[in-house]
């Protein structure tokens, strides 16, 4: 009985110890402990693709001390531990099975090591951003010494001692990696790994050419971009912008396709692929850079019209439908909408009735506060530019009677030079077909009234023309126009 009572009461102290373990390990909890911290908040945060959500505001449990736990798990990712009121941080790692640990650091030397216990994965990644810091500290003051005037020698000694330091972060990288390659910590060590392009023959220009898109077409082979807990980290984020805006040809075509492998790659039931197809979306929709709508035409088209994004609420994606429906006709490199107009005296005039090199399309209207501020450049444009062949076709977006307005205030601006038109009864649609709903509107059209430039300002008139003939932008009309 004695015998009995003691394997009961054996197994039953497992079993507590067992289950304890479990319990105690649901949920998380993260200890933070910062030396001469005086704040008695903390804010902790973390990383989601360009922007840093706030988690909570910890109160301190005594000086330095702070506490985040619960019985439900965080998101992988990034978090930081915010200092106030300086807004300096510390990073650390959560991954799905590493929630439980404590961190030390010190306010006065955040830059010093940030030490963990009970981490599975912070010290090794901890370890390899302090290991890499250093070589490429030492890399950069190698670097320097080769651009110095110095003798053959020495040279090959600094580049044996660069190409050694390289070596020796790669084996570094491969070695914490092996440490825990299933996790986010290998993932983000992943991200910076490149793969070596092979020897390549030609000229300098061909090498070079060679290269590059060797490193565009195996940029992303080391990291699986469809990893979710990679949606938290900003080096997810800066490493898909930097393939989209250095790697892909800054043309509609090179941006389009970069967007499609991107996504690709991301697989569309991933959260990678819903957030990052919306935040593309707004970016280029949004974009100062002239011409980037055409992106936006082709994500909405290739991805929302087609049932891709299925979060998206049927009024929003019906209204975001109908504006790339509008769109289409006034990307760069169309031709520009048949409008027909008519001339003071009630002569009729289309917009292709116009013979020249170069066509500016102004669209306006005397009421409008900023039409009267683009007036003076649009003046001062003609006067340089009327003896070229350059038309000015001006359409004032009065209706009916109102248009009496428009003829008059032509007449006290002294802008009978131009082809002035109206549309008194709207049959043409112009207003509609140009997106002119507000004024002004610019837009240059070539010879033969394809669209070369839009939707800039009129004070860049005198900037942007001999720029247009220096780079034959006017045979290039679809290219991207990194200008604001």
Known sequence: MIKSSLKCSLGLLIYLLVYGHSVAQTGHKVEISLKNYQSSQLVLAHEFLNRYPVVDTLQALSPGKFVHESTEKLDAGVYLAVLLPENEYVSFIIDNDDQHFKLTADANALFNATSFENSKYNNVYQDYLRYSNEVVNSLGALNEKLREDIDEGTRAQIVSSFNE???????????????????????????????PVPNIQGSQEEVMQKKFEFRRNHYFDNVDISDERLLNTEAFFNKVFFYLEELSPQNIAGINAGIDKVLSLMKSDTKNFKYFLDHIMLEY???????????????????????????????????????????????????????????????????????????????WQP????????????????????????????????????????????????????????????????????????TPKLFILDANKKIILKDFDASQLEEIMPALFESNRLEKPNSVIKSK
């Open 165 to 195: 330091k390289l070596a020796s972060l790669e084996s570094h990288r491969t070695n914490q990696i092996n440490k825990a390659p299933n996790s986010l910590a290998a993932q983000l060590i992943r991200m910076e790994i490149e793969t």
């Open 285 to 363: 929709a949004s974009s100062d850079y002239i011409g980037m709508d055409a992106v936006y035409v082709h994500v909405v088209d290739t991805y929302y019209a087609k049932g891709m994004a299925p979060w998206v609420k049927e009024e929003d994606l019906n209204e975001m439908i109908e504006d790339v429906r509008k769109r289409k006709p006034l990307l760069l490199g169309n031709p520009a909408p048949i409008i027909d107009m008519e001339l003071k005296d009630g002569t009729p005039i289309a917009l292709y009735d116009v013979d020249a090199p170069v066509t500016i399309l102004y669209l």
């Open 367 to 438: 009421s409008c506060s900023h039409c009267k501020a683009s007036m003076p450049y649009m003046k001062s444009f003609w006067e340089k530019y009327k003896d070229t062949g350059v038309k000015i076709f001006s359409g004032c977006t009065k209706v009916g009677a109102k248009t009496e307005d428009c003829w008059k205030y032509i007449e006290e601006n002294d802008l009978g030079e131009w082809i002035n038109t109206v549309d008194k009864d709207l049959s043409s649609r112009f207003v509609q077909k140009y997106m002119a709903e507000k």
